[in-house]
């Protein structure tokens, strides 16, 4: 069962401008403490124009290790369950390239089966990765993320920030509030295993990215 904790503490940063935007765009971050840098980042790479019908927001996480290796995680589309653990299965024909589609399998226990995603943008330099939801057996209608990974330092050791945004249709009979905090569950819940997959690397010592 997924724990849906409302991404309490959140800071409200707004996007494209304009009082309406703040209201339906937020960071939700597991500190209070948000600083400039993190905010900053959103703002040049996390570019959503929600509808009056959706919302967006965004999700942060600090991971104890350096960037090219969770970027080798990150960047398989082909291979989502390397850390998302609601992933059975995913099939892809082809080679990672924009404009890829990915069929994944979702395991029993959230409110889905199946799901047809496309790759929308992989940039290896600035490590930015973008996924549009095309199709598939679930709620989450005119679903987009953009997740991009941040070189930072973390007790003197090389570390990354990892922010995940989204938007989509808020379903008939729900609120924003209510669609933004069970999407944000899913994504700390992504996150979390994220981070425990790549410092579960650093600690076997196995620091180089991974085959791409």
Known sequence: MVEMDGGGGGVGVGVGGGEAA????????????????????VRRFHRHEPRDHQCSSAIAKH??????????????FDQPQLFKPFVSRCEMKGNIEIGSVREVNVKSGLPATRSTERLELLDDNEHILSVRFVGGDHRLKNYSSILTVHPEVIDGRPGTLVIESFVVDVPDGNTNDETCYFVEALLKCNLKSLAEVSERLVIKDQTEPLDR
Do not use: F, N, Q
């Open 22 to 41: 703040g209201r339906r765009w937020r960071l939700a971050d597991e500190r209070c403490d948000l600083r400039a840098m993190e905010t900053d980042y």
């Open 63 to 76: 991971i104890k290790a350096p960037v090219h290796l969770v970027w080798s995680l990150v960047r398989r």
